[in-house]
């Protein structure tokens, strides 16, 4: 009895020090090893922090001083020393010390003071972003904080590196544009989950965002069109005589300005040009780079295209692409990339090649001599005669190509890595070919679509909920891993008007891809038990976002619903949660449930004539999520019923 009784107390006590060890460390994404000691090293009046003399860490220490004495205002000193020796000091320094690895760090919080080390710069930064971390979560205000918060940190050593090396968020600056600033802002915040590549897609039919000095009117025309809001799709069409007020483009100057200050927070700009589909900017502005030249506008967002499903090619009913059988389109992306390469440091530069709506192709007399003399049997082969022109291009200026998954069709160009979307098959198969893959596959990595129910959410066609996110693998079963650099997130923003909204889309499945990206895969299994530690750290990071005045999506609690019919006409809803712990409390009578309503148990008959269903979703008695409301309409289409 006495051993069940010791050991019921070792159980009891192990889990709570557990449960504590995750109340202090909610470090996203996870570390690959934190090891806890006893106490805390509190700020003092007057920090110092240590580097020597290497520029790169004087720019961390920089970053690292204007967060802390902007939030806690106190007093940071810089200094420049050989040895870390002085206490209450916060130390950075690069040693050589190959038991870190590649963009490694290890972080050690003492009673007396901080030292981190690293093999390189960027192991540094990514160590700072950790130790931000540990600190309270008002160390994320921007203006120093009232009332007596105690900046302690815990005593703690911290081992950590990538698990891959290419960590990417994608924002879609073409649908809407974001300024420097804007851009500037969403870097701060994705280094903070230590992604370290941003990729722009700068071009589309909805807005040509990057000057080409040798081709201005990409710019002067194709940066602007009528404004529209609303709807992505069902939008309205330029009206004669009416002005394009809409867009904005990015000035070689800007995009320096971009690529320096994402690279002093180790970040590369990765920058997307897609062609030859999603080109209505760039034929508005030369409609000779068609195979169909004539009027051309940019688009506001109007429906112009058209998707069949069942797997069919999607055609346009007006023709957005740049003519692969056109000799121009070959002078006109040299131009393009030659100034692209200049201003992109990144060695790779992406060319798009997705989703080509080739119905005027079918027709035209041009692609018909193209194929005859290339010797083309089909269309998928005509896009892979351009695709691997444009590789030559691309590779000419030094740089290597990557593209969407569909530069696999009708053959891949020799040295072109590819970025899978359309799920994980096209990397999969990039990789037995022996091409470099990155992975951003819509099932775990789009975030454009919804993350809860469309009842409730900005409507997007599609939903990816955060837990679904949490369980990204870029590199599945099967699979070269040393071919898989890595992976990004996706936030086309068709529906993202500002910047708020690109922040709430971004967070939090962005923390979930950061720890997908990051993290040892060890750590994560199985997702199962990762998901619930991974839920309560992102809780926490919730109030760092707040502090911060960052926007997130508090969706996760939020009710699941899922609608079935019982004969014909009798709907069930079954309802569930993403995190553990808290009830939902429902009506059919259309008042506002609170906590003294029924708390949902089993699968529910909606009664006969009820006209909609509400929900709420409650944690210790005070609601958490938001009110749902499923009018009866939206409940039988969702059953099947008529
Ligand atoms: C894509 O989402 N069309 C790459």
Redesign the pocket.
């Known amino acids: 009895m006495k051993k069940i009784i010791l050991l019921v107390a070792v159980i009891w006590m192990s889990t709570t020090i557990h449960s504590q060890k995750q109340q202090v460390f909610s470090i996203i994404p996870q570390p690959v090893s934190i090891v806890p000691g006893t106490g805390v090293f509190t700020l003092p009046s007057k920090i110092s922090i240590i580097t020597g003399k290497d520029k790169n860490l004087i720019k961390i220490q920089q970053l690292l001083s204007t967060q802390i004495s902007s939030a806690t205002g106190k007093q940071v000193i810089n200094v420049a020393a050989d040895k870390t020796a002085s206490s209450k000091s916060i130390s950075l320094f690069i040693v050589s010390d190959n038991t870190i690895a590649k963009e490694g760090y290890r972080l050690k919080v003492t009673t007396t003071g901080i030292s981190l080390t690293a093999n390189e710069p960027a192991g540094i930064f990514y160590g700072v972003q950790t130790l931000l971390q540990l600190f309270p979560k008002e160390i994320e205000s921007k203006s120093a904080v009232r009332g007596n918060t105690n900046w302690a940190i815990p005593v703690v050593t911290i081992e950590d590196h990538p698990r891959f090396g290419w960590r990417g968020l994608m924002l879609d600056v073409s649908r809407h544009f974001f300024t420097v600033a804007q851009v500037k802002d969403y870097i701060d915040q994705m280094v903070k989950y230590k992604f370290n590549l941003l990729h722009l897609h700068l071009t589309d039919d909805q807005g040509w965002r990057l000057q080409i000095k040798s081709l201005p009117r990409l710019t002067e025309v194709g940066a602007w069109r009528v404004e529209r809001t609303g709807t992505f799709g069902t939008l309205s069409k330029p009206q004669p005589g009416e002005k394009a007020t809409y867009g904005g483009f990015y000035t070689q100057e800007d995009i320096k300005e971009l690529v320096k200050y994402a690279a002093d927070r180790y970040v590369n700009i990765l920058p997307e040009i897609d062609v030859p589909g999603h080109n209505l900017a760039a034929l508005a502005s030369y409609p000779e780079l068609s195979c169909t030249p004539g009027e051309y506008y940019v688009s506001p967002g109007d429906r112009f295209m058209i998707w069949p499903g069942g797997g069919q090619h999607f055609y346009g009913t007006l023709d957005n692409t740049i003519c692969p059988a056109n000799e121009y389109a070959y002078e006109f992306l040299d131009k393009v990339f030659t100034e692209v390469a200049q201003l992109f440091p990144f060695g790779y530069i992406h060319m798009g090649g ?2 080509t709506a080739r119905n005027f192709w079918e027709k035209s007399e041009q692609i018909k001599a193209l194929m005859q003399k290339e010797k083309l049997k089909d269309l998928d082969e005509v896009q892979s005669y351009f695709v691997k022109r444009v590789e030559k291009i691309i590779n000419s200026k030094g740089k290597k190509m990557i593209g ?1 998954d569909e530069i696999l069709d009708g053959g891949l160009a020799p040295n072109a890595a590819v970025m899978s ?1 359309r799920g994980m098959k096209g990397g999969i198969e990039a990789a037995k070919q022996g091409h470099e893959v990155v992975m951003s596959p819509t099932d775990f990595a789009y975030i454009d679509y919804m993350q809860g129910d469309g009842v409730i959410e900005p409507p997007v066609y599609a939903t990816l909920r955060l837990k679904k996110a949490y369980q990204f693998d870029p590199a599945p079963e099967g699979i070269d891993v040393s071919l898989v650099k890595g992976g990004q997130a ?1 936030l ?1 923003t068709e529906q993202v008007y500002n910047m708020r909204h690109a922040q709430y889309m971004t967070w939090p499945r962005g923390f979930a891809i950061a720890e997908a990206l990051w993290s040892p895969k060890a750590k994560r299994d199985p997702i199962a038990i990762g998901w619930n530690d991974f839920a309560t750290r992102v809780e926490k990071h919730f109030e760092r976002l707040d502090a911060a005045q960052v926007k997130y999506a508090p969706s996760m609690y939020d009710a699941i619903v899922e609608v079935s019919k019982k004969d014909t006409a009798t709907i069930i809803v079954k309802l569930s949660t993403e995190i553990e712990g808290l009830s939902i409390h429902y009506s059919f009578d259309n008042s506002f449930p609170d906590n003294f309503y029924p708390a949902y148990r089993e699968p529910l008959t909606m009664p006969r004539d009820a006209a909609a269903m509400k929900l709420i979703t409650y944690r210790n008695n005070k609601p958490i999520g938001r009110m749902m409301v499923l009018p009866i309409t939206e409940l039988r289409k969702r059953a099947g019923i008529k």
Do not use: G
Request: no cysteine.
């Open positions: 997705d989703e969407w979307w996706n086309w």
